[in-house]
């Protein structure tokens, strides 16, 4: 085949310029074929757009909904997303870059359709004022300070700056995220990595209930005493649900702990893909706002989610689950610890109740 520099399909979704195309690699296939007739797979790209988020797993995570609108309304537009967690985003994005030199040198040498800075880290928001795009949403750098590009971003910047604001807000953080992208959210799901290739010895036809019992190292005010892990544990297994204790390497240890005196299953800590697959196996989750919540999310699971320190508004469960609060108002509102350890304050019972209702015990055959 005599193929020149002008028959390649620079516009195409798969087209790489370093090393082979994918359609190539699995099919043989060229741009164009001998009788000059474009690659069947050719799927033409006539926009860039740029998604920063840098942001923990959850909050990347729980922002992939937005790729549901982007390829709705830029159904031939080629998508990339600069973050630090790479691992975590869903392969339906064109381009996936980490934070490295290497990546940020790329996208300098870029000019994209559309910008979405949707992180009010000064790293986020001064890349937003050093990269090119004709049309730019979000957050930017003004003097050393984080603003908002436009009034679509005011609502997210005023309620992170003020805590009377945003403890009356009653959007729900996607519904915020779309407003600053200019669209309307309309209970658009997670996109979430693959979650198989794991095998689990788990007990057959039970309902399990993941109980995930850390929170990180940061906000340990929405701990939740061990004593009450333990209650919780026992009365699901006293009541034919199988009890799976989950967390990571932290909360090792107290898993253990946890396991030897409640009876409940605990089968360690894994790697984060791996972590994913244990939390599919769960029919229902019990934790604190985590990384967690949103696999638990993310996954469409049932979940009770525990909240003692965040507007209660911002998480959305598309109505698969439900939030218990402290029997009062602790006063902790988002501080990393709680003097008034306000957690002690939400129930056994009530918790427990609530696995109930969202997921009745199966009735072994």
Request: with cysteine.
């Amino acid at each position: 085949m005599n193929l020149t520099i002008k028959d390649l399909k620079f516009d195409c979704r798969h087209f790489r310029g370093d090393i082979p195309c994918k359609p190539h690699k699995q099919h043989g296939v060229h741009c164009i074929d001998d009788r000059g007739n474009d690659c069947q797979y050719y799927d033409q790209t006539t926009k860039k757009i740029l998604i920063i988020k840098l942001g923990a797993i959850g909050d990347v995570i729980r922002t992939t909904p937005l790729l549901h609108k982007l390829k709705e309304v830029e159904p031939h537009a080629e998508i990339w997303w600069f973050t630090l967690t790479p691992d975590v985003i869903p392969k339906s994005v064109d381009v996936i870059l980490p934070y490295t030199p290497q990546s940020m040198a790329t996208l300098q040498a870029i000019t994209f359709d559309t910008l979405y800075c949707l992180d009010k880290d000064k790293e986020a928001c001064a890349l937003s004022v050093l990269l090119s795009a004709r049309v730019k949403k979000g957050f930017t750098l003004e003097n050393g300070k984080c603003v908002p590009i436009d009034a679509d971003g005011k609502h997210k910047y005023l309620t992170g700056i003020f805590d009377d604001l945003s403890k009356t807000n009653t959007k729900s953080y996607q519904e915020e995220i779309f407003e600053i992208c200019g669209f309307t959210f309309s209970s658009e799901e997670y996109m979430m990595p693959d979650v198989n290739g794991y095998t689990w010895k788990l007990p057959p036809r039970k309902n399990i209930i993941g109980l995930n019992t850390g929170c990180g190292g940061r906000w340990t005010s929405r701990l939740w005493p061990d004593k009450y892990w333990i209650a919780l544990a026992k009365k699901l297994k006293k009541a034919g649900y199988v009890p799976l204790l989950l967390g990571g390497e932290q909360e090792h240890k107290k898993n253990l702990k946890l396991a030897q005196q409640s009876g409940a299953l605990y089968l360690g800590h894994f790697p984060l893909h791996q972590f994913l697959s244990e939390v599919n196996q769960c029919d229902l989750v019990v934790t604190a706002v985590t990384m967690a919540m949103h696999f638990t999310i993310g996954l469409k699971k049932k979940i009770v989610l525990f909240n003692n320190i965040f507007n209660k508004h911002e998480f959305e469960l598309y109505d698969r689950g439900t939030i218990l609060e402290p029997d009062f108002e602790c006063g902790c509102f988002y501080s990393p610890t709680c003097p008034n350890n306000c957690m002690q304050y939400l129930s056994v019972e009530r918790v427990f109740d609530a696995c109930r209702q969202l997921l009745p015990v199966k009735k072994m055959k």
